[in-house]
């Protein structure tokens, strides 16, 4: 809480603050940062090993890999979420379960299981994409800003 707001607080919540401040349970931080840092690690590990099959037993090479690639790591996220697995991981691991194909794929789905009651085009669809909706706009705004300047250097480089 910032100075200028413990001024403003009465004595009996400056007490109740204090006495909470004491209490709490202390983070550990570095504890949950090598947490995340190896499980988002190992997620992407696996993502490099699934690119590097597809290159070797399907004849990809490293640039037309990486559509099959995300396309795999999207679908054992999905599952995962399905069977109550990603869920364990991200508990565990916090932010490094939020590599972000996986995570977003994560998002979607669990979003989409969890309003399957209310129907599929009312509870599904319609909440399926609320946490995942702005990633997208955003998504999509930043490719057109990208586009744009790319067309600009593209135009002042062929003059």
């Known amino acids: 809480m910032s100075d200028q707001k413990k001024k403003n ?12 401040k004491k209490r709490e349970i202390p983070r550990p ?8 840092f190896l499980v988002g690690g190992f997620i992407c590990f696996i993502g490099q090993f ?10 990809f090479n490293e640039r037309t890999a990486g559509n099959p690639t995300v396309a795999t790591m999207i679908f054992v996220a999905v599952l995962l979420t399905g ?4 869920d364990r991981i991200g508990q565990f691991a916090g932010a490094g379960s939020a ?11 669990s979003a989409a299981i969890e309003h399957r009651s209310e129907g599929y085009v009312l ?6 994409f609320k946490l995942a909706g ?10 057109f800003v990208i586009a744009i300047i790319k067309t600009i250097i593209v135009q002042w480089g062929g003059l």
């Open 50 to 59: 699934v690119q590097t099959f597809y290159v070797h037993f399907f004849e």
């Open 29 to 36: 931080i570095l504890k949950n940062c090598l947490k995340a």
């Open 9 to 20: 607080l009465t004595p009996v919540q400056q007490e109740y603050h204090s006495l909470a």
């Open 123 to 128: 509870g599904v669809g319609g909440n399926m």
């Open 134 to 143: 702005s990633v997208i706009v955003f998504g999509t705004f930043a490719a």
């Open 99 to 109: 590599v972000p194909v996986t995570g977003f794929a994560n998002s979607v789905a």
């Open 83 to 86: 069977f109550g697995v990603y």
